[in-house]
């Protein structure tokens, strides 16, 4: 007696790339199995990592008797979000000085780039994001999703595994004036390719001779080389030339938070006033898609950041991380040299970040998944994040055969 | 650091290099958006130096003191959470042990449709992230189809369908006159809408107005939506704040379900576990068979994928530990009894203060009105009166929030209402 479905027709949709690669992961039975999927960090025994400075903040929040769950207002946790500006932005940056960056709280860095993006669509006048080529496989989807449309710019070049950075420019010279840029700010994720601070300048220059719009997306500030400043340096001098951006921030990785979804999105305005008028329309897209964002992770955020010893703490643990990913790059480097695996390796030690872009293609990706049980997206990129000193001989082994086997 | 001063010295040459379009900014043109009529409440409420002041207005509940409240069964799960739990990604379609309790205490313990898993459900931002979900759902799917809306409504809902692009229309739901259900012109509005549309439900407690069909009336209603092929989506934020009782308060959904509906439905924990904050809730659409349910819980994780990419597993943890515990589960029944009981008891005493100072209109509507919200039928300048005269803040349609009554200022509240009714 039941009625038919409105819904009755619809098509199983297919898995994500990247999430999906861990649902298989899940799946195999194998002990030797290996995921190096998605961007989590992983300990050297392969565990995931909760940081000592977050069950300290943790217990600080639990203990205090004194904190409620009401709603935050619809801009998120007022302390987190000025802490984050300042941690993206750098302490004395004039723009906060002048009080013309608004800082919402958003669900972590896909969340911060769907709001800026459905802001961008109501605000702006030219509806056209250029992503590089290639990106991390959810962003089209959100600009898409979002009301903008999306076009591509040359990035990463295949046959040297580094920037296409002649490439970039022509592509960048060629968009039409006011259209939106995403850049990551460091660690680009899929490739670890990133520019250096005179290309970082030229891509200034030029980006603010054509009126482009940048939006940042920064999901690895203190990872890429374990200084927060260092890896904020593009940001700031687009900051400090006193133009207009976005800048999406995720705490996912280099707080270790990833599920509780905590980032926020700043949006640095020519003046307080419009500052504050874009704030009250950031309200508009937020309120009719969750309200407000949720207060746990924010609250753990605001806890490190406010208190100079716990910064200082999580600063050590942060480089930690990072150190420990650049030395599984150096070990992966060393076993392939050694083992004479044919091709040129050296990408692995220059790409900076979570991610190594190996330049395997789907096909022996596909084989080291069948053969070897090693999970990773089919674009060849890794995680070095899930690499540890027990594992790399395993992964050298597949690769070695993959090339040889497979060419 | 030599970076730095050779960024600097760039930097200054910019004029040279840079064209004027980039001088002035982007967002001249952008208007200051007004405030939402709610969130905003609160905002003044807050704003407002007077020791007198009371805030009737967001739907947050409070003590008998008018503090806010975490729950007993809440403190104990975060102890046990703290320290113990990773922060890892959940899926898309969030804490697969938290949906399950869900749906449970929704269609039921031993509901079919759980064994035969024919429910897609995923877990979502609260109940505007659910609402929010099936609306863009709705749209992809059904793209020509309307929401049907009550008249009244809580305000967001209006903001969800219309980000999400799907024709809105509105049904009579309340009664100014009788302060009550407008019955009959809902029931014309369900069978004159085009077949097939979609209804929003609140389940119970109704957003702004207190006023629930009785059962009598959801059997028809169930009858007459069914008999036009509309689709009946239940927006239930207040399970357990009603009557006290979350299976009491499941009813109309059971009603429902037993009539064969492929219902959709929101479901919020912000109220009746107190995780405001925390925003978790669930969104699921109850299919013909397993098969649809993946297909389309896998639609509804493609829609959240761009938006949050996965939910935050912190309040949803709460939910699964006390959710699957007798005993905090126990402890959580017990502690929505009493708020439910508390804001029954302020009701009455709102109406009999009322009575007591010898208003002439009839407070009757207090009492029959259920859940955290009573419509009043105070005017837009009525309100205006008590928050100007007497600070108190409400929202301007005459809704009060009876969880921000207490036994201290309810004599107040009764007075100052009386006092911009008398001569009505």
Redesign the interface.
Request: aromatic share 6%; net charge positive; glycine share 8%.
């Given at each position: 007696?039941?009625?038919?479905?409105?819904?009755?027709k619809?098509?199983?949709?297919p898995e994500?790339p990247i999430?999906g690669v861990t649902?298989a992961y899940n799946k195999d039975t194998s002990p030797v199995k290996l995921n190096l999927g998605?961007g989590?960090y992983r300990t050297e025994e392969g565990k995931?990592?909760?940081l000592n400075v977050?069950?300290k903040a943790?217990?600080l929040?639990?203990n205090d008797q004194s904190?409620?769950?009401?709603?935050?207002?619809?801009v998120g946790l007022v302390d987190f979000n000025k802490l984050s500006a300042k941690l993206i932005l750098g302490a004395d940056s004039p723009a906060i000085k002048d009080n013309r960056v608004t800082t919402v709280q958003c669900?972590?860095g896909?969340?911060s780039l769907?709001v800026g993006a459905e802001f961008l669509a109501r605000?702006?006048?030219q509806l056209t994001i250029y992503i590089p080529q290639p990106t991390w496989g959810?962003h089209p989807?959100?600009f898409?999703?979002a009301g903008l449309s999306v076009k591509t710019y040359r990035y990463y070049d295949p046959a040297t595994r580094g920037l296409n950075f002649q490439g970039l420019l022509e592509d960048l010279r060629a968009a039409p004036?006011?259209a939106i840029v995403l850049l990551h700010a460091c660690a680009h994720n899929p490739t670890g390719v990133d520019p250096t601070?005179e290309q970082w300048?030229q891509i200034r220059?030029l980006m603010?001779?054509?009126?482009l719009?940048p939006f940042f997306d920064s999901a690895y500030q203190g990872f890429a080389s374990g200084s927060l400043d260092a890896d904020a340096?593009s940001v700031r001098?687009f900051v400090?030339?006193g133009?207009?951006c976005l800048v999406a921030q995720s705490y996912?990785k280099n707080m270790?938070?990833?599920?509780?979804?905590v980032g926020a999105l700043s949006i640095v305005?020519?003046?307080e006033d419009?500052a504050?008028?874009?704030e009250?329309?950031l309200?508009?897209?937020i309120?009719?898609?969750?309200?407000?964002?949720?207060?746990?992770?924010a609250s753990i955020v605001a806890t490190i950041l406010k208190d100079s010893t716990m910064y200082k703490e999580w600063t050590l643990e942060l480089k930690a991380m990072a150190d420990r990913i650049i030395s599984m790059r150096q070990q992966l480097f060393d076993a392939l040299s050694a083992r004479g695996t044919p091709g040129d390796w050296s990408h692995i030690i220059k790409q900076i970040g979570m991610f190594t872009f190996t330049g395997l293609n789907s096909e022996q990706v596909a084989f080291m998944t069948k053969e070897y049980h090693i999970y990773m997206t089919s674009d060849g990129r890794i995680s070095m994040a899930g690499l540890s000193s027990k594992t790399v001989p395993h992964l050298t082994d597949a690769i070695h055969a993959a090339v040889t086997r497979m060419g | 650091m030599a970076m730095r001063s050779l960024i600097s010295e760039r930097v200054s040459c910019r004029s040279s290099v840079l064209g004027a379009r980039w001088m002035s900014s982007w967002w001249r043109n952008v208007e200051p958006a007004p405030k939402d009529p709610i969130l905003g409440v609160t905002e003044a409420f807050l704003a407002d130096p007077s020791p007198d002041k009371v805030n009737v207005g967001v739907g947050a509940y409070r003590d008998d003191n008018g503090k806010p409240v975490v729950l007993e069964c809440v403190r104990e799960a975060e102890r046990r959470i703290a320290g113990t739990a990773n922060m890892e990604y959940l899926p898309m379609g969030g804490s697969v042990k938290m949906v399950e309790e869900t749906l449970k205490l929704a269609y039921g313990d031993n509901s079919e449709f759980i064994k035969d898993k024919r429910i897609a459900a995923v877990q979502s931002l609260s109940g505007t992230g659910a609402c929010r979900l099936f609306a863009d759902f709705q749209k992809r799917f059904h793209p020509d189809s309307q929401i049907y809306i009550p008249v009244p409504t809580w305000s967001n809902h209006h903001n969800i369908w219309r980000d999400a692009h799907v024709t809105q229309r509105t049904f009579h739901y309340y009664h100014p006159g009788t302060k009550g259900l407008d019955f009959a012109a809902l029931m014309d509005d369900i069978k004159n809408a085009p077949n097939g549309s979609f209804f929003l439900l609140h389940a119970c407690a109704h957003n702004p107005t207190g006023v629930d069909p009785s059962e009598e009336q959801w059997k028809e209603i169930s009858y007459q939506i069914k008999a036009k092929g509309h689709f009946p989506f239940f927006d239930m934020a207040y399970q357990g704040f009603a009557s006290g009782d979350p299976e009491r308060d499941a009813k109309a959904i059971r009603i429902f379900l037993k009539d064969g509906h492929l219902l959709g439905l929101a479901q919020s924990y912000a109220k009746n576990m107190g995780l405001y904050g925390q925003r978790v809730g669930c969104l699921s659409v109850l299919c013909e068979d397993e098969k649809q349910a993946v297909a389309v819980k896998s639609q509804l994780q493609q829609l959240a994928r761009p938006m949050y990419s996965n939910p935050p597993v912190h309040g949803a943890l709460i939910v699964s530990t006390i959710l699957g515990d007798a005993e905090l589960k126990k402890l959580w029944l017990k502690e929505v009894q009493g708020m439910a009981d508390r804001i029954i008891g302020m009701r009455t005493a709102l109406r009999e203060n009322l009575e007591e100072l010898g208003s002439p209109l009839s407070w009757k509507h207090i009492t029959n009105q259920i859940g955290m919200f009573c419509y009043s039928g105070l005017t837009p300048e009525q309100v205006d009166r008590l928050t100007n005269e007497y600070h108190i803040y409400m929202t301007r349609n005459g809704r009060i929030s009876m969880a921000g009554v207490t036994t201290g200022n309810v004599g107040y509240l009764a007075n100052a209402v009386h006092e911009v009714t008398k001569s009505t």
């Open positions: 007696m039941d009625s038919e479905s409105v819904f009755g619809i098509v199983r949709a994500d999430l649902v998605v989590a995931p990592l909760v977050v069950r943790e217990q929040l639990v904190r409620v769950k009401e709603y935050l207002p619809i669900l972590s896909t969340g769907r605000h702006y006048h959810n989807k959100v898409t999703l004036s006011g601070l300048e220059q603010r001779s054509k009126g719009l340096q001098m400090a030339d133009g207009e996912a270790g938070l990833y599920g509780e979804r305005c020519k003046t419009v504050s008028r874009v009250s329309q309200k508009l897209v309120r009719p898609m969750y309200s407000s964002p949720p207060i746990h992770g | -």
